[in-house]
C-alpha cells in the first residue's frame, strides 16, 4: 500500500474517479434538461375524466402524488391520493391546471379519439373538440366529407393571410415609423438651432413637416391594406367545443396549430417535433413570452457575444502584449498583474453596476449632451442598450483574455525572440510575426472561455440594456442597419424571466428548459468555432510548438 501511495498510483485513481464524478453529472444535467423540455415538442396524449358531480375536464396528465407526498408520472390509479392535469382553456378556467382528489373522479377515458389541441396566438392552448368550420358563412360540420379539406386549405389561407400582415407591419410600417421618428429628431434639432442660435430653418422644418405628412399619408396605406386582410381573414373562423359543454368561435387567422395527439403514429410525432423545434428557434414570442418562440433572444445573445468579443480580444491581448514583452518587470506591473488577477473574481453585478455608471449615465449622457440635445430629457444613449451591455460584458471577460494571452507568451522561449531578433527583425517584427502566431492557440483558449462566461451572464444586462420583449430588433434594413442603441432579448434573461417572472409559470416551464438547452448549445456551437481556429492554428505553428 505505501509502495502504492509512494508511486502515486492511488492519486491517478483519485483522479480519475472525480473525472467520471463530473462526466455523470454533466449527462445527468443534460438528460434532466432534455427530459423535463421533451414536453414543449412531443405531443402529449389528452385523457377525458368525469368527476363525482357530473363535471367533465379534458387535458393532460401532468403528475401524481401519493398519499406519503412522492411525486411522479404515471396512469391514474387507486393508491393515487391526487392528480394535476392541464386543462388549458384559460379564457374559460382562467387557469391552465387542477388538481383533483382520486374520491372525485368517477371515470377516466385515455382514447378521447376526437379530441383536438388547438394552439392560438391569445389565451394559451384550447384543448376541446372542433364542431366545424365556418366558410364565409356557410358550415361545414366536423366528420362531413368536406371538412378535412376546407379546414386545412384556410387554415393555411389564414395562416399566409397572417405572414402577410405580420411582414407589412414588421418592414413597411416598421420602416415609415422610422423614418417618421428620424424627421421629427431633424425638426427637434432644427428648432433647438433656431431658439439657440438665432437662425431661421423655417424652411427646412417645413420641407420635414411635409415629408411627415407624406408618411403619415403612406402608414394609413399600409394600416388600411393591414384592415383589409384582417376583414378578409375574419370570413374563416372555426367552432370549438370544450369537454363541459362551453363553446367559441375563433377566427382562423389566431389558430397557430391544431391537431389530434391522441391518433398520431410515430411518425407523426416525429414530424409534429421537428416542425415545433424548427417553429421555436425561427418564430417570435407571444403570451408573455410562455408561448410562440425565441428567435428575437438568440439573435441578441450572439450579436452580444459578437460585440463582447470584438472589444474583450483586442484590448485584452494589447495589455497581455505591453505586461509580458514590453513593460519592465518592476512592483507597479506586478500590482496591475495582481489586480488583473483580481478582477477575474469580482461579482458580474458590480460589473453591471460600473456600466450603469461609467457607460450610460457618463458615456451616453456625454454623447447625448454633444449630439443630441434637442431630445433631452429623453436619452438618445443615456439608457440602457445592446452596445452598453456588450461593452460591460466586456470589461467582465477582459482579465480572462489578459491572463490566458499573457501565459502564452510565457511559453514562448526566449531563444526564439532572441534570434529573430538576431536576424535583424526589430522587436515589433518579433512580436508581430513570430510570438503573436505561436501564441495564437493559447490566446484562442482566452477567446473560449471569455465567450463562455459572457453568454451565460444575466445580472450585469439587466441594468445595462436586456429587456423582456424588444419590439425591434437591433439589425434591420434602415440606415445604419445596426442599431446598437436599442434594448435586446437575451436568452439568459428569457430564461429568468419565463422561470421566475411569468404570470403562467407552471405552463411555462418546457419552455424555459427549452431554452436552457438551446443557450447550452449556442455556447457549445461558438466554443467550437473557436477550437477549430484554435487547432488549425496549432498545426499551422506546430513546429515552434515543439521547439518549446
Do not use: C
Request: no cysteine; aromatic share 12%.
Amino acid at each position: 500500500m505505501n509502495n502504492k501511495i509512494s508511486h502515486s498510483d492511488i492519486f491517478i485513481w483519485f483522479t480519475g474517479i472525480a473525472l467520471g464524478i463530473t462526466l455523470i453529472m454533466i449527462v445527468g444535467m443534460l438528460i434532466l434538461i432534455i427530459g423535463n423540455g421533451s414536453d414543449y415538442y412531443v405531443p402529449k396524449q389528452i385523457v377525458s375524466i368525469t368527476t363525482n358531480d357530473n363535471q367533465v375536464f379534458l387535458g393532460q396528465i401532468i403528475k401524481f402524488q401519493n398519499s406519503d407526498s412522492k411525486s411522479g408520472t404515471a396512469e391514474i390509479e387507486n393508491n393515487h391520493s391526487r392528480v394535476q392535469i392541464r386543462v388549458a382553456n384559460r379564457d374559460y378556467y382562467g387557469y391552465d391546471f387542477i388538481w383533483l382528489d382520486m374520491e372525485e373522479i368517477l371515470e377516466v377515458d385515455y382514447t378521447p379519439d376526437d379530441a383536438f389541441i388547438v394552439e392560438r396566438l391569445e389565451f394559451g392552448n384550447f384543448f376541446g373538440y372542433i364542431e366545424g368550420v365556418l366558410i364565409n358563412n356557410h358550415k361545414y360540420e366536423y366528420g362531413s366529407e368536406q371538412f378535412e379539406s376546407k379546414f386545412a386549405k384556410y387554415l393555411e389561407y389564414s395562416e399566409k393571410l397572417r405572414n402577410e400582415i405580420n411582414q407589412i407591419e414588421s418592414n413597411e410600417i416598421s420602416s415609415v415609423n422610422f423614418q417618421i421618428d428620424k424627421s421629427r429628431t431633424k425638426i427637434k434639432k432644427l428648432d433647438y438651432e433656431q431658439r439657440l442660435k438665432n437662425v431661421d430653418n423655417s424652411k427646412e422644418i417645413r420641407q420635414l413637416e411635409n415629408n411627415i405628412e407624406i408618411l403619415n399619408n403612406k402608414y394609413f396605406f399600409y394600416r388600411d391594406i393591414t384592415d383589409s386582410l384582417l376583414k378578409i381573414s375574419s370570413n374563416y373562423t372555426v367552432l370549438l367545443r370544450a369537454a363541459n359543454g362551453y363553446t367559441k368561435s375563433l377566427p382562423l387567422i389566431q389558430v397557430f396549430r391544431a391537431y389530434q395527439p391522441n391518433i398520431m403514429n410515430f411518425w407523426d410525432k416525429i414530424i409534429f417535433a421537428i416542425e415545433k423545434i424548427i417553429s421555436f428557434i425561427s418564430s417570435e414570442p407571444r403570451e408573455s413570452n410562455t408561448e410562440g418562440g425565441i428567435f428575437p433572444a438568440i439573435f441578441g445573445t450572439v450579436l452580444m457575444v459578437m460585440l463582447m468579443s470584438l472589444a474583450a480580444v483586442p484590448l485584452g491581448v494589447l495589455t497581455a502584449l505591453y505586461l509580458r514583452e514590453y513593460a519592465n518587470q518592476v512592483w507597479m506591473v506586478r500590482v496591475v498583474r495582481i489586480a488583473v488577477n483580481n478582477l477575474a473574481g469580482v461579482p458580474s453585478i458590480v460589473f453591471g453596476i460600473f456600466g450603469l455608471g461609467f457607460f450610460i449615465y457618463t458615456v451616453g449622457g456625454t454623447i447625448d449632451q454633444l449630439f443630441f440635445p434637442e431630445s433631452l430629457p429623453a436619452p438618445t444613449w443615456g439608457t440602457g442598450g445592446i452596445l452598453w451591455a456588450s461593452l460591460t460584458l466586456a470589461l467582465l471577460t477582459v482579465p480572462v483574455v489578459i491572463v490566458s494571452t499573457e501565459e502564452a507568451l510565457e511559453s514562448i522561449p526566449l531563444g526564439i525572440r532572441e534570434a529573430s531578433m538576431a536576424l535583424g527583425a526589430t522587436k515589433w517584427q518579433t512580436t508581430y510575426r513570430i510570438i503573436l502566431p505561436a501564441a495564437a492557440p493559447g490566446i484562442m483558449t482566452g477567446v473560449i472561455l471569455a465567450m463562455a462566461r459572457g453568454a451565460g451572464e444575466v445580472a450585469p444586462l439587466m441594468i445595462t440594456g436586456v429587456v423582456k420583449l424588444a419590439p425591434a430588433l437591433p439589425f434591420d434594413w434602415n440606415f445604419p442597419f445596426f442599431h446598437l442603441d436599442r434594448k435586446f432579448m437575451h436568452l439568459g434573461f428569457h430564461i429568468y424571466d419565463v422561470g421566475f417572472q411569468s404570470p403562467n409559470i407552471e405552463a411555462a416551464i418546457p419552455m424555459v428548459y427549452m431554452t436552457t438547452l438551446l443557450l447550452i448549445l449556442i455556447v457549445l456551437l461558438l466554443n467550437i468555432t473557436a477550437i477549430t481556429i484554435r487547432t488549425r492554428l496549432r498545426r499551422k505553428f506546430k513546429g515552434m510548438e515543439e521547439m518549446s
